[in-house]
């Protein structure tokens, strides 16, 4: 049987080995490097987008104690 137009494997062939250990190693990778972006980002995405809206909220806040 052809799945995709390649013929099977050979009995003893290696393809299928080499395949999945390139599949798996390739994984790994992805996964570490999302982790590492995401501790990466984490400084960042505080400082552009919770500092402001912490601050707005602050503001907020005091101008309503003042207000009051």
Same mark, same amino acid.
């Given at each position: 049987?052809?799945? &995709?137009?390649? =013929?099977?494997?050979?009995?003893?062939?290696?393809?299928?080995?080499?395949? @999945? %250990?390139?599949? @798996?190693?390739? #994984?790994?990778?992805? #996964? #570490?490097?999302? &982790?590492? $972006?995401?501790?990466?980002?984490?400084? #960042?995405?505080?400082? $552009?987008?919770?500092?402001?809206? %912490? =601050?707005?909220? !602050?503001?907020? $806040?005091?101008? !309503?104690?003042?207000?009051?």
């Amino acid at each position: 049987m052809v799945h &995709y137009g390649y =013929e099977p494997f050979e009995d003893g062939s290696r393809v299928a080995l080499n395949l @999945a %250990t390139s599949y @798996a190693i390739v #994984k790994v990778g992805e #996964k #570490k490097n999302n &982790y590492s $972006t995401c501790i990466w980002l984490t400084p #960042k995405m505080a400082e $552009t987008i919770i500092g402001p809206i %912490t =601050e707005l909220f !602050k503001r907020i $806040t005091i101008n !309503k104690i003042k207000n009051s």
